[in-house]
């Protein structure tokens, strides 16, 4: 199964309302990077053992660790969780930014230094969460 085929049967099997906002969001993030390079991470560790919840990337970008290593990974990424969506900006060096930026215009959701988790569509502003992920998509500066 192809990388589209995975993400199209991972969001087939979330529940309604949530399968219909994962592709909304999931159109939403393609038409603002139309020919990004797509990710499908099932969640699971080299052993099989379950170590995430499964997620969609789009984009690339280096990323690079404390002991100096680089590796390919997306620019943003986004996962059904128990209590509702997860949208992950990565790449941004200020771990407060996306808080300090976005926290008092985006609505009823919680922000971490890459992460903006909600409920539902409609406790969120959705120009502003798509500021956002354009903002992210800035700083990692790779071409997409």
Not at 24 to 32: G, K, N, P, S, Y
Request: one cysteine or more.
């Amino acid at each position: 199964m192809n990388t589209q085929e995975q993400i199209k049967e991972y969001i087939a099997t979330q529940p309604e309302p949530k399968r219909s906002e994962m592709q909304q969001l999931h159109d939403t993030i393609l038409a603002m990077m139309p020919a990004c390079k797509l990710w499908f991470m099932d969640g699971k560790d080299e052993k099989g053992k379950i170590v995430s919840n499964p997620n969609i990337g789009y984009g690339s970008q280096n990323m690079k660790y404390a002991n100096g290593k680089t590796r390919e990974f997306y620019q943003i990424g986004i996962s059904a969780n128990t209590s509702g969506i997860s949208v992950y900006i990565m790449g941004i060096d200020d771990k407060k930014y996306l808080a300090r930026t976005y926290e008092k215009e985006l609505g009823k959701a919680s922000i971490t230094g890459y992460c903006i988790k909600f409920k539902t569509l409609a406790d969120i502003k959705i120009d502003v969460l798509k500021a956002a992920i354009q903002s992210g998509v800035k700083q990692t500066n790779i071409q997409h």
